[in-house]
Nanobody
């Protein structure tokens, strides 16, 4: 069973950058697609970005395309979301997830506990 732990959230000003990380333990990390989701109060969980198990394919939601970059280091069992040009509307709890297909929301079935990202205006 894969276990996921996020880190790197925090408070940043609008226009700033932040990188969140997700460390995995348990079942072989490299065999899973990985995804980042976010949820803010009163809103549904949004599928933000995904990356295939080899890292060769990525998915981004339109809301973050061109600002966020997803990457993974299978040797370190860690996966990242680099967030640039942050906006107040990016404020949310960010969750990493493991799944079968990098661009299929419903395929992600293992979740981390989440890390808060707050963007001040």
């Amino acid at each position: 069973q894969v276990q996921l732990v996020e880190s790197g959230g925090g408070l940043v000003q609008a226009g700033g950058s932040l990188r969140v990380a997700c460390a995995s333990s348990g079942r072989t990390f490299g065999s899973n697609a990985m995804g980042w989701f976010r949820q803010s109060p009163g809103k549904e969980r949004e599928f933000v970005a995904g990356i295939s198990w080899r890292g060769g394919s990525t998915y981004y939601a339109d809301s973050v395309k061109g600002r966020f970059t997803v990457s993974r280091d299978n040797a370190k069992n860690t996966f990242y979301l680099q967030m640039n040009g942050l906006k107040p509307e990016d404020t949310a709890i960010y969750y990493c997830a493991a799944g079968g297909t990098y661009n299929v929301r419903a395929s992600f079935d293992i979740w981390g506990q989440g890390t808060q990202v707050t963007v001040s205006s």
